[in-house]
């Protein structure tokens, strides 16, 4: 079994230790990126991240968003998000964004407020090829009862290219949106062999493309 696939497993049916699990898998892979012994910064703001996920009991919203990404990219869909979760350091080291804010100097604040204590504002691009896969996939992990969907709906603006869902855990809301985009992106790595990951976004013959 993969890492991939475990950590999927360890979320899913070990959901009611969501406090204990979000720690785990967060430590673990900043080990992996920085090595045991983390740096004042790095230990310093995750645990400021931690703490106020914890304290605030957001850390299911966090882990069901990474099971959501994980499964997609399983099926071999990239998945882009919306709004400020870039600015989490906890969301990056859990693969719901691809972007360190270590790196860009982001704020949580402006994700998480001057308290901290917002509750996350995330929503998902998926492809729409999968999102109903991904519900079901959820529904079968965590319970038909436990994952229900509340709404689904085209976005009136692009009715072709957004398809709004809103999956709904306990009390908590998940908003994906279904898009043509990472269908696309799908058929483009099969058609080249290319691994859209393996792309240097930074270099300039890329860019010029």
Do not use: H
């Not at 898998?25 to 995750?46: D, M, T």
């Not at 279904?178 to 270099?203: A, F, H, R, V």
């Amino acid at each position: 079994m993969n890492d991939n696939r475990a950590n999927i497993e360890l979320i899913t049916t070990q959901i009611k230790n969501s406090k204990e699990i979000i720690k785990k898998l967060c430590y673990n892979k900043a080990y992996e990126l920085y090595g045991k012994k983390l740096s004042i910064e790095v230990k310093n703001r995750l645990d400021l991240e931690l703490t106020s996920i914890v304290d605030n009991n957001f850390e299911t919203i966090y882990l069901i968003y990474s099971v959501i990404v994980r499964y997609s990219n399983e099926l071999g869909y990239k998945v882009s998000y919306r709004g400020n979760v870039g600015n989490s350091f906890v969301a990056y080291l859990l693969g719901i964004t691809n972007i360190n804010p270590l790196y860009y100097n982001l704020s949580f604040e402006i994700f998480a407020g001057k308290d901290y204590n917002k509750e996350p504002d995330i929503e998902l691009n998926v492809s729409s090829r999968i999102q109903t896969k991904i519900f079901k996939y959820l529904q079968e992990k965590l319970g038909k009862d436990k994952i229900v969907c509340e709404e689904a709906n085209l976005n009136n603006i692009d009715k072709i290219n957004n398809f709004r869902s809103i999956w709904k855990f306990e009390s908590y809301k998940f908003i994906i949106w279904g898009q043509n985009n990472p269908t696309m992106i799908y058929e483009l790595e099969k058609e080249t062999n290319t691994n859209s990951n393996d792309i240097d976004m930074e270099d300039i013959e890329t860019l010029q493309l």
